[in-house]
């Protein structure tokens, strides 16, 4: 893989791992559009790796509080709430993992076409757009999830396994439809995707580390790199800018994309 193929797919990662427009959907349509061919699972795994740096290194401050708040926790003690956010961080890990395993490699891979995705970014698209529209007044922090309302979410972040879904749009959905704040529903998506975006990146790693792979570790890495620093800024200004653009911009950008898309697959007879 060239040095502007890796280039290109791990700005597209940045992009939409943190946009909710689908980051598994745009790389595949990036191999199939640009002639190269979908560049394969491990390589995205790779480029998953870099947006999880990306995470870890912009809510450090967060990830260190909870931390902090988890090892002075005590059996018989009620927990607080930033204890409460860990527990319900881990606990709503626990269905998307579940779900990549019972979907496979295989499977996750076998949903990536036209009409699949299609379908999705119109559907998950215009659920985010009612959500948000109806979270206007809403001024509830991430905080004060209950853990059953983080389970919630982390449910809905199984469906992400769908290209076109969009993890961090449709955790967002639901964070607002729980009555988040826009803000706070956006951190707690981002904070979500640390425990299984690290699953997900150490499967490729080891994946990598097998005969057989497809995947040359240059263009693994460099494109984990690329993914951590383009990453890093993509989450700086989605959160500056989330409460100016709102979420109209990214659904007209999602219906076009999906109808698009959905004219190809009939075009072409799927």
């Known amino acids: 893989m060239d040095f502007l193929q890796v280039l290109m797919l791990a700005l597209i990662q940045a992009l939409t791992e943190f946009l909710p427009i689908s980051s598994s959907a745009h790389l595949y349509l990036a191999g199939e559009w640009f002639g190269s061919g979908y560049q394969g699972l491990v390589f995205d795994l790779g480029l998953h790796l870099g947006t999880l740096v990306a995470v870890l290194v912009y809510f450090r401050q967060d990830w260190f509080d909870l931390a902090h708040a988890g090892l002075r926790w005590r059996p018989g003690q009620a927990l607080n709430a930033e204890q409460r956010t860990l527990l319900g961080l881990i606990l709503a890990t626990i269905p998307g993992g579940l779900a990549a395993l019972l979907l496979g490699d295989d499977g996750t891979t076998a949903l990536r076409t036209y009409l699949v995705i299609g379908c999705t970014q119109i559907v998950f698209g215009t659920l985010l757009l009612y959500a948000f529209s109806r979270s206007a007044k809403s001024v509830r922090g991430e905080?004060?999830?209950?853990?059953?309302?983080?389970?919630?979410?982390?449910c809905a972040q199984a469906l992400a396994l769908v290209p076109g879904v969009s993890r961090s749009g449709i955790t967002m959905t639901v964070g607002l439809l729980l009555g988040l704040e826009r803000q706070a529903a956006a951190r707690f998506?981002?904070?979500?995707?640390?425990?299984?975006?690290?699953?997900?990146a150490l499967h490729g790693v080891v994946a990598l580390l097998k005969d057989g792979s497809d995947t040359d570790a240059s263009s693994f890495w460099l494109g984990a790199l690329i993914s951590a620093i383009s990453g890093y800024l993509v989450i700086h200004f989605f959160l500056k800018v989330l409460r100016k653009i709102g979420m109209l911009p990214f659904f007209i950008y999602r219906?076009?994309?999906?109808?698009?898309?959905?004219?190809?697959?009939?075009?072409?007879?799927?």
């Open 189 to 200: 998506s981002f904070l979500l995707a640390v425990p299984i975006t690290a699953a997900a």
């Open 255 to 270: 219906l076009a994309l999906g109808l698009f898309l959905l004219w190809l697959a009939f075009a072409n007879g799927a």
């Open 143 to 154: 905080r004060s999830l209950s853990v059953g309302q983080a389970v919630l979410i982390g």
